[in-house]
């Protein structure tokens, strides 16, 4: 897309909630390293994000200063891109020794024409930062300060802005605001339209596949189907594979054969579920468990391949992306144990593996799907992990707990969905707890294992909330498991934020 905003990534957390919070706006935003301003692409406007680091380290990273004014556009720097602005207008940063994490109280200066128009004032902003900007340049206005008189936004000119605070984040309470007034300075800002973003998908699609034949994994989930429905609209020669790993959900893979039953979208399963659990048996570590699933997937997958795949078509969304971004980018990598298997890295060097999807967001991608022609069931659906089950197993995978799971998560969605929850979940399951209990059923002592409910809340699965769910919700759910589902007498609700708690249990 032609002029992007360009959001500049120094590393902070929040940084692709910037790009995200750009895109709910209506416009095109897009990540790019520091170092690769001149790779924009014309943009409409810049900003330069938080960051970990201190301007006044060696080697900080950095920004083109005399590209960046050349470009002639609106320009924020945010908390640490504040500073570093502050530092090329030649101003100063003085070293901070805590970092001020928290609220803090915005008080906006009256005749400084900036980019807080319209704003209440003495609303909430969230700040982060260790420095702060103690000397300013000429020239430089102050918008705006903290209750204790600190500047916390500044002006050097026209098209120059800085807060030390963060926009992005819903603790901000006017967040969205500033950054919509920011933007409104720009000209030429691109629409963020998914109808018409389907149309270039397609188009770079064609183009990459380039009559070439694609394999493509579906699991059900939301992102594989999305795929599979973009390269079919794509009409290029797809041959979708579908591995049940016998670690699926209950009725899942019967389900997943239906799903494109009306779009006329073919698919291929491959029963591979005592592969899966043979090669399981007696494991309990959670990282080798999950080095064994990952690459036994790829060899089933590949076997069923043989020498057809010329492409390999994967579901990869933007938050993958990033968080996967290797040591050439700032951004630090939180999660580094999905699957990214060494046979997709070596294709993926080959120039063999598309991602068409890797600049959309989850909920873009939902819109995507639908209006791809997916039905609520497939685009609505809560994400489910990789490697199935066996996150929600943990310790031994057996198939003895893993019905225990099943029939418990099939009792729990079924609840959530009946009682109209499901929708605001983010994602919901049930988990073993490997380890077993003294109970009573009926006058007999039992002893048996318990069960981890787990609803949560989350923007893109980076932070999570639990769902307060009612109890007498929570009652229900918990009595048709005891009732209904054998080997369990104990059932817990978890109460665990991400972080520091995972979304999934391991
Ligand atoms: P955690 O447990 O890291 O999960 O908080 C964050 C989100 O990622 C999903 N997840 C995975 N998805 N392959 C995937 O495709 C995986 O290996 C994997 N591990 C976790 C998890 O369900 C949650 O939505």
Sequence with gaps: MEHPIAVIDYGSQYTQLIVRRIRELGYFSRLYQPSELSETGNPAAVILSGGPRSTLEENAPDIDFELLQEMGVPVLGVCYGMQLLNTKFGGTVAPGNTREYGPATLTIEEGVDGIFTGLKGN???????????????????????????????????ERFFGIQFHPEVSHTDEGTHILKNFLGRATDLPDFQIDSFKDELVAKVRDEV??????????????????????????????????????????????????????????????????????????????????????????????????????????????????????????ST??????????????KEQGRVIEPLDELFKDEVRQLGRVLGLPERVVGRHPFPGPGLAVRCPGEVTEEKLKIIREADDIFIGLLRERHWYDSVWQAYAALIPTKTVG?????????????????????????????????????ISNRILNEVPGVNRVLYDISTKPPASIEWE
């Design 440 to 476: 009573v059923k009926g006058d007999e002592r039992s002893y048996e294992y318990a069960l981890s409910l787990r609803a949560v809340t989350s923007e893109d699965a980076m932070t999570a909330e639990w769902v307060h769910l009612p109890y007498e919700l929570l009652g229900e």
């Design 123 to 157: 609303s909430q902003i969230w700040m982060s930062h260790s420095d702060t900007v103690s000397g300013l340049p000429d020239g430089c206005e102050v918008m705006g300060r903290n209750l204790d008189g600190v500047p916390v936004a500044l002006r050097w000119n």
């Design 334 to 347: 939180i999660k580094t144990h999905h699957n990214r298997v060494d046979r997709i890295m070596e294709l």
């Design 210 to 331: 380039a009559g070439r034949k694609v394999v493509c994994g579906v699991s059900g989930g939301v992102d594989s189907s999305v795929l599979a429905a973009l390269l079919h609209e794509s009409q290029v020669d797809t041959r979708n594979i579908f591995v049940d790993t016998g670690l699926l959900r209950k009725d899942e893979a019967e389900e997943v054969n239906c799903l494109f039953d009306g779009i006329g979208i073919e698919i291929e399963t491959i029963d591979a579920s005592e592969r899966f659990l043979s090669a399981l048996s007696g494991v309990a570590d959670p990282e080798e468990k999950r080095r064994i699933i990952g690459r036994l997937f790829v060899d089933v997958f590949f076997d069923a391949v043989g020498d057809d795949a010329e492409l390999l078509a994967q579901g990869t969304l933007y938050p993958d992306v990033i968080e996967s971004a290797t040591s050439g980018s700032i951004a």
